[in-house]
Nanobody, 115 residues
Framework: QVRLVESGGGFVQAGESLKLSCAAS????????MNWYRQIPGSQRELVATITGSGMKNYADSLKDRFTISRDNVWSRVYLQIYNLKPEDTGVYYCKTNWKGGDYWGQGTRVTVSS
């Protein structure tokens, strides 16, 4: 059974940083591309960053300057470091993977940025 559990969100001031974590189980983690998405209030869920099993990274063009995705294949975790948080980053952040043709999502971790 695939399970993704995000953590690390919280309430922060603008300009601060956060590191989100997603713990994966039920998959051969090192073989899986992992993704971070976010859903800002009033908007559709959007892709933030992707990292392949071998560590190749891609970012949404508008976010690449402040977001860093990484992974630990030993501990089956994927991370999203967010720098210089802005109020418009407020939302729920999700990790996602694909397994046997199906998408699997975590429950999300909420980030609230105060100006």
């Amino acid at each position: 059974q695939v399970r993704l559990v995000e953590s690390g969100g919280g309430f922060v001031q603008a300009g601060e940083s956060l590191k989100l974590s997603c713990a994966a189980s039920g998959i051969n983690f090192k073989l899986h591309t992992m993704n971070w998405y976010r859903q800002i209030p009033g908007s559709q869920r959007e892709l933030v960053a992707t990292i392949t099993g071998s560590g190749m990274k891609n970012y949404a063009d508008s976010l690449k300057d402040r977001f860093t995705i990484s992974r630990d294949n030993v501990w089956s975790r994927v991370y999203l470091q967010i720098y210089n948080l802005k109020p418009e980053d407020t939302g729920v952040y999700y990790c996602k993977t694909n397994w046997k043709g199906g998408d699997y999502w975590g429950q999300g971790t909420r980030v609230t940025v105060s100006s």
